[in-house]
C-alpha cells in the first residue's frame, strides 16, 4: 500500500451514527420552532447529510422538517482554483422569510464554499437566522466562518483530505482521512 493509498478511520459507521445523533439533539436544542426549521444541504455530501439528519429528526420527534439543495458554484470567488463538477440543481422547496436555515456541508476547510452558499442563499430571500453544520471542521479557514454545529475538530495538512462515506452512495459508511 503506497502512502496515496492509506485511510485512516476518523469516524467509524458507529461512531458518525452517535455524532450525527449528537448534532440532531444539537439543531433541536437551538431552533425556536421546528416548524420553522429549514435544512439546506451543499453538493454533494452536504446534500446526503441533510437527508440522513432530515431522517434523524423525524425519529426523534415525529415531525417532517423541509429539506433542500443550494449550489454556490456561481458565487465562488475561487472558480479558477477549485475543481469543476457538474452543477446540481438548487431546490429550495418554501420561502426563507422567517425559517432558521441549518446550512449543512460535511467538512469545512477555507470556508469559501460556505461563503458562497450564504450568497446563493439570500439570493432566495432572507431567512430569519442561518446556521451552519459540518461533520468535519479541518482549520486552515481562509475566511472567519465557524460552524454552529461541528461533529469532530481534524486540524489536518492542507494536502490531506476527509472523506464522508455513506452507505447509500459509497457501499460502506464512516469517515476518513486519506
Same mark, same amino acid.
Given at each position: 500500500m503506497t502512502k496515496k493509498d492509506q485511510k485512516i478511520v476518523v469516524l467509524t459507521e458507529v461512531e458518525l451514527k452517535k455524532t450525527l445523533s449528537q448534532l440532531t439533539n444539537e439543531i433541536l436544542k437551538e #431552533?425556536?420552532?421546528?416548524d420553522d426549521l429549514l435544512l439546506v444541504g451543499i453538493p454533494t455530501r452536504g #446534500? *446526503?447529510?441533510? *437527508?440522513?439528519?432530515?431522517?434523524?429528526i423525524f425519529s426523534k420527534t415525529g415531525f417532517n422538517v423541509s429539506l433542500g439543495t443550494i449550489d454556490p458554484t456561481f458565487y465562488r470567488d475561487d472558480q479558477d482554483r477549485v475543481e469543476t463538477r457538474l452543477m446540481k440543481a438548487t431546490d429550495i422547496p418554501i420561502p426563507l422569510e422567517k425559517k432558521e436555515i441549518v446550512l449543512i456541508d460535511d467538512v469545512i476547510f477555507t470556508g469559501r464554499t460556505i461563503r458562497a452558499a450564504i450568497n446563493a442563499l439570500c439570493s432566495w430571500g432572507r431567512p430569519k437566522?442561518?446556521?451552519?453544520?459540518?461533520? #468535519?471542521?479541518?482549520?486552515?479557514?481562509?475566511? +472567519?466562518?465557524? +460552524?454552529d454545529f461541528c461533529g469532530r475538530k481534524i486540524i489536518t495538512s492542507k494536502n490531506e483530505c476527509i472523506n464522508l462515506r455513506l452507505k447509500k452512495i459509497d457501499g460502506d459508511e464512516g469517515v476518513f482521512l486519506e
Open positions: #431552533v425556536n420552532s421546528i #446534500v *446526503e447529510l441533510a *437527508e440522513v439528519l432530515e431522517k434523524e437566522r442561518i446556521m451552519l453544520l459540518t461533520l #468535519v471542521d479541518r482549520g486552515h479557514r481562509e475566511l +472567519p466562518i465557524q +460552524p
